[in-house]
């Protein structure tokens, strides 16, 4: 059943050339996640972005927040001051995957323990190399 409305295109992820594909794995990505947390207060400089995500360098974070904002999921606001003053934020449509986003950190920070113990006990199996 298409629940799209009739200008809306309905999407199956399960066929190879399926646009949402692409949404999933921009949502998937290692960076998005942590800079949709950064933002989700409010505008931000790169350099307090970076800082609140950690661990990224220079290079992909900028690489991530110009994808982020060709998505349309991001914005970005030059100041004209000297100076430049740069700052990102959530656009309205970033805005509406706050809500599943927050839902997998809290499922992740719920469940991190468990994962670490499979983890350890897989690991010490030694089950070496998959045949």
């Known amino acids: 059943m298409d629940t799209n409305g009739p ?3 309905a999407f199956d992820v399960m066929q190879a050339d399926c646009p949402s594909r692409v949404v999933l794995q921009r949502i998937g990505d290692k960076w998005t996640p942590l800079v949709f947390q950064a933002l989700k207060d409010g505008p931000r400089r790169f350099s307090q972005v970076r800082a609140a995500v ?3 360098t ?4 900028t690489q991530t927040l110009r994808t982020l904002e060709r998505d349309g999921l991001v914005g970005r606001r030059v100041y004209a001051e000297v100076p430049p003053r740069v700052e990102y934020s959530l656009t309205g449509l970033g805005r509406t995957l706050l809500g599943p986003l927050d839902a997998v950190r809290a499922w992740a920070e719920a ?8 983890r ?3 690991d010490s199996r030694g089950t070496g190399d998959l045949p």
Not at 58 to 61: D, E, F, R
Not at 111 to 118: K, R, S, V, Y
């Open 111 to 118: 469940n991190a323990g468990g994962i670490l113990q499979a």
């Open 54 to 56: 950690g661990q990224v």
């Open 7 to 9: 200008d809306v295109p």
């Open 58 to 61: 220079p290079k992909v974070l």
């Open 120 to 122: 350890d006990a897989y």
